[in-house]
């Protein structure tokens, strides 16, 4: 496969991921996510899976918007290394957020699926 053909594979996964964050639905990520998934950010460090989903579930955090363009794949047999540029809009306890990030995620080939081990968010510098 083409290292085009690659950012056009993931483009389309991490669009599906977009939209399941976007949803605020805990079981429409947990379709695009291994079970121990962890997001790494600057301002909470490394946040389990479940703490995403307690502040989404209690409705401290909600995204309204989220895009991504991907800009670098890897792949490493079952392992893929995705990075690339996402903008989201929200809440945060109650306050609008946004964000503009560099990301990374790592991906796993589970059943022939990609799913996400790891997010990475780093903040864009002004």
């Known amino acids: 496969m083409t290292e085009e053909q690659l950012i056009a594979e993931f ?14 639905s805990v079981a429409e990520i947990k379709k695009c996510i291994t079970a121990d998934w962890v997001l790494v950010d ?19 955090l909600s995204h309204s918007s989220m895009t991504k363009e991907i ?3 890897k792949v490493y047999g079952d392992i893929a290394l995705v990075t690339g ?3 989201n809009t929200g809440t945060w306890q109650g306050q609008p957020m946004e964000a503009d990030e560099w990301i990374t995620d790592v991906y796993k080939k589970e059943h022939d699926h990609w799913l996400c081990v790891l997010t990475h968010l780093t903040p864009v510098k002004k």
Do not use: Y
Request: proline share 3%; no cysteine; charged share 20%.
């Open 11 to 24: 483009q389309l996964i991490e669009d599906n991921f977009n939209r399941a964050v976007i949803s605020n």
């Open 42 to 60: 600057s301002g909470g460090g490394i946040i389990p899976q479940e703490g995403f989903f307690h502040v989404l579930e209690k409705g401290l």
């Open 71 to 73: 800009l670098r794949v």
């Open 85 to 87: 540029r996402g903008q």
